[in-house]
């Protein structure tokens, strides 16, 4: 198969062609100078790395209906707010069955990994290993310790089944869990991620000392506080529907305008479906609205290339012969391809090279 059209990596945008055999990539150019004239389907679309969810609890899927009103709060805070009760009440099939569900969704929309916070300690991370099991996503899994002050070795325990730790905000981790939690994961060499500033401003030395890998939200940081991550090295996971349902709104545009590595979440599992393309069109339509336009390229860097980064694979980021990982391809026009896919991608649209044609589904 041959896609013409666009590419969109770490190269920027720009027109060319990629050839594809099977799932893997064997050829890339410029428009017209293909070897493979006339033996090859030729598909016209735009070709970009697969999409990461920057940011999920895919636990919370067990809840199928409306949370309660009200503020954040009270609705996430541990351990006893709202979805810590639903959690503890679920049974361990019914969990395993939400998360499985949650990343057959991803699938089925092109997304190849995922990084999520998973509560519920050693034992959660076990049961998200085990929804993933047969889905076709990379799961990367922050794991949480359940015992306050941590205690090494639990939290040795979780991190030895997780690929980090992943902590609520700063508010709620005294300053000795963060620091203990840092140095271990530093040790063990995998992830350190917070919650911070979403739902009040929090002072940036709380979060950014011990220096985190990944900062989540910041949807209350002002200019200042965003200023002091853009050179602590720190990437920071924006959710922007999970934050609007509650009135918050991260400030795309400067992060944007600072070069702030940024990735995109789609958050709590019981608020929204882990759509990553839902949350693309969101965001750039919210940021619009809220008369803070964010440029397209940025979202599309902030879901496809940048997480790549974090990951520590750049290399799945560009299109190239060889790759490990198979790009995607959206069938779209190659007109202006970062808005395009912003605005207009559908799980329809996505081809998965390899597996032929998407399946049509309802909806």
């Known amino acids: ?19 594809f055999r099977g799932a893997e990539v064997v050829e890339v150019g410029k428009l017209g100078t293909e070897s493979a004239h006339g033996s090859a389907r030729k598909v016209h679309g735009i070709v970009v790395p697969p999409p990461v969810n920057g940011h999920t609890h895919l636990g919370d899927a067990v809840a ?25 009440a679920a049974s361990t099939a019914d969990k395993i069955a939400a998360m499985a569900l949650a990343l057959d969704r991803m699938r089925r929309e092109g997304t190849a990994a995922t990084i999520d916070f998973r509560e519920e300690g050693t ?49 709620e981790e005294p300053p000795e869990s963060r620091t203990t939690v840092a140095r271990a994961c ?6 350190f991620g917070l ?14 000392d011990p220096r985190p890998d990944l900062l989540v939200h910041l949807s209350e940081a002002t200019e200042e506080d965003l200023r002091a991550v853009a050179t602590s090295g720190a990437t920071v996971a924006v959710c922007p529907r999970s934050n ?13 305008k600072l070069s702030v590595p940024t990735i995109l979440g789609t958050d709590n599992a019981m608020f929204h479906a882990p759509s990553i393309w839902r949350e693309l069109e969101f965001a750039y339509v919210a940021a619009r609205l809220g008369g803070r336009p964010v440029p397209p390229g940025f ?39 970062e808005y395009q896919l912003v ?21």
């Open 1 to 19: 198969m041959i896609v013409e059209g666009a590419i969109v990596d770490l190269d920027g945008p720009r027109s060319g062609y990629v050839r």
């Open 64 to 88: 199928t209906r409306e949370p309660p009103p009200g503020p954040l709060a009270p609705l996430v805070r541990p351990p006893d707010g709202w979805k810590f009760r639903l959690l503890a």
């Open 123 to 171: 034992e959660g991370v076990r049961l998200l290993r085990q929804a993933s099991r047969r889905s076709g996503i990379r799961v990367v899994a922050l794991g949480r310790p359940l015992q306050r002050p941590v205690v090494p070795s639990e939290l040795a325990e979780v991190l030895k089944e997780a690929d980090g730790i992943g902590l609520s905000s700063a508010l």
């Open 186 to 191: 530093r040790a063990a060499h995998k992830l």
């Open 195 to 208: 919650h911070a500033s979403e739902n009040v401003r929090e002072d940036p030395g709380t979060y950014l």
């Open 244 to 256: 609007a349902l509650f009135g918050k709104r991260p400030d795309l545009a400067l992060l944007a």
């Open 299 to 337: 979202l599309v860097k902030a879901a496809c290339l940048e997480p790549w980064k974090l990951l520590g694979e750049p290399e799945v980021a560009r299109i190239q012969p060889g790759g490990s990982v198979r790009p995607i391809v959206v069938r779209l026009p190659a007109d202006d391809p």
């Open 343 to 363: 605005s207009r991608t559908t799980e329809h649209l996505i081809v998965r090279p390899g597996t032929g044609s998407p399946r049509r589904r309802p909806g």
